[in-house]
């Protein structure tokens, strides 16, 4: 019998380490700075692109004033919702945020009473809607003023704040042109003991 001298090699593993764990080369101090920085650029982007989704769909707005009483307080804080009218046109009862057209430096907040193409009327407090009083369901401090008859435009709204004899609105200056609309009153976030959803009263069934 004869016995061979050769040996036999055994394969190595590519995934085995040539030299020592401690000898391995480790991230430089770059490589991790370079790291961090890029981690950080991408959550700022993305931070920015939620903001500004945010922005684009909802804004902050600050009551002053007591033309909504009893149902919006001065000091109140609310969230509008800047994408409910690209989905459908204001309805009567909304409350909404808007530009006056006798005032372009601040925002106003009203409740839509007539819209496009309504014949609106005001006799002694009363609203009346195409010759037929409106049934305003809401709290409502009413007018005592009259109104003579006004048609509303084409992409106009009437507008009346619920406290009504101390509200400038569409009674005094004219109808809200659609473009100026910034969106419906949304959630009232402070004070705490107000915080929750602001109520709807939708007239759109009576259309």
Do not use: C
């Not at 959630?187 to 009263?201: F, K, R």
Request: glycine share 6%; net charge negative; charged share 20%.
């Amino acid at each position: 019998m004869e016995l061979s001298n050769e040996t036999t090699t055994l394969p190595v593993s590519a995934d085995a380490p040539l030299l020592p764990p401690e000898q391995l080369a480790k991230p430089s101090f770059w490589t991790n700075l370079g790291s961090a920085l890029r981690e950080l650029i991408e959550t700022l982007i993305l931070t920015l692109v939620i903001f500004l989704l945010i922005r684009f769909a909802v804004q902050n707005f600050r009551i002053e004033g007591y033309s909504m009483e009893p149902n919006l307080h001065d000091g109140q804080f609310l969230f509008v919702n800047k994408l409910i009218y690209m989905l459908h046109p204001p309805e009567r009862g909304d409350v909404i945020v808007f530009v006056p057209p006798n005032n372009s430096t601040r925002d106003f907040i009203k409740r839509v009473i007539g819209l496009p193409g309504d014949r609106v009327e005001i006799v002694n407090g009363r609203v009346f809607v195409n010759g037929e009083e409106l049934r305003e369901v809401y709290p409502l401090n009413p007018a005592t003023y009259s109104m003579s008859s006004v048609n509303v435009p084409a992409d106009e709204y009437f507008v009346l704040g619920d406290n009504r004899n101390y509200s400038s609105d569409s009674h005094s200056w004219g109808t809200v042109s659609a473009k100026k609309i910034i969106g419906k009153a949304w959630i009232s976030y402070w004070p705490p003991q107000q915080i929750g959803m602001v109520p709807t009263y939708s007239y759109a069934s009576e259309r």
